[in-house]
Antibody, heavy 120, light 108 residues
Framework: EVQLVESGGGLVQPGRSLRLSCAAS????????MHWVRQVPGKGLEWVAG????????GYTASVKGRFTISRDNAKNSLYLQMNSLRGEDTALYYC?????????????WGQGTLVTVSS | EIVLTQSPATLSLSPGERATLSCRAS??????LAWYQQKPGQAPRLLIY???NRATGIPARFSGSGSGTDFTLTISSLEPEDFAIYYC??????????FGGGTKVEIK
């Protein structure tokens, strides 16, 4: 059974940093691209970042480029999102998602999310 | 960035009725469009990928069609568990992957 368990969310002040983690199980992690997608409670979905199977292809949405870094450790079956210079508009539920295949494309499975609140 | 516009924002229907949801792209995404369902308090679930392919375990009452810039998700006969929010997403041109704003299917 595919499982994605996010952690690392919480309350953080503007300008500070936070690192999200996603522990994956139930599938061959290093065969699949992975993503982070966020959702402000009560609002729509926003893709944040994606990484292919071997970290050779990475992309970000414009609003986080230069502030956020997606990475993965295939030996640990883990995905990460390092978030720096956080802003109020980064407040959201952050989902770790699995792709269909090794390159960035359609996400086919989602974790339950970890909530990030940026506020003073 | 490709913008996806979903319509209508809200669809009020009764169980057993047919639901037709639209997703329009600001430029061609070929057939690289997916549909997701999200219920309150839950993560989204993939329904359809690459326009018309049902994901594993998705009932046959869900179908997708379209190409280029205009896409449709059809639910042939609404079941009580189908009342939810539906999002389209394109993977044609990234970064970024982009989602539509969603269509809420509510009970009339």
């Amino acid at each position: 059974e595919v499982q994605l368990v996010e952690s690392g969310g919480g309350l953080v002040q503007p300008g500070r940093s936070l690192r999200l983690s996603c522990a994956a199980s139930g599938f061959s992690f290093d065969d699949y691209a992975m993503h982070w997608v966020r959702q402000v409670p009560g609002k729509g979905l926003e893709w944040v970042a994606g990484i292919n199977w071997n970290s050779g292809s990475i992309g970000y949405t414009a609003s986080v480029k230069g502030r956020f870094t997606i990475s993965r450790d295939n030996a640990k079956n883990s995905l990460y999102l390092q978030m720096n210079s956080l802003r109020g508009e980064d407040t959201a539920l952050y989902y770790c998602t699995k792709d269909f295949g090794p390159e960035v494309g359609t996400t086919d499975f989602w974790g339950q999310g970890t909530l990030v609140t940026v506020s003073s | 960035e490709i913008v996806l516009t979903q319509s209508p924002a809200t669809l009020s229907l009764s169980p057993g009725e047919r639901a037709t949801l639209s997703c329009r792209a600001s430029q061609s995404v070929s057939r690289y469009l997916a549909w997701y369902q999200q219920k309150p308090g839950q993560a989204p679930r993939l329904l359809i990928y690459d326009t018309s392919n049902r994901a594993t375990g998705i009932p046959a009452r869900f179908s997708g069609s379209g190409s280029g810039t205009d896409f449709t998700l059809t639910i042939s006969s609404l079941e009580p568990e189908d009342f939810a929010i539906y999002y389209c997403m394109q993977r044609s041109n990234w970064p970024p992957l982009t989602f539509g704003g969603g269509t809420k299917v509510e009970i009339k």
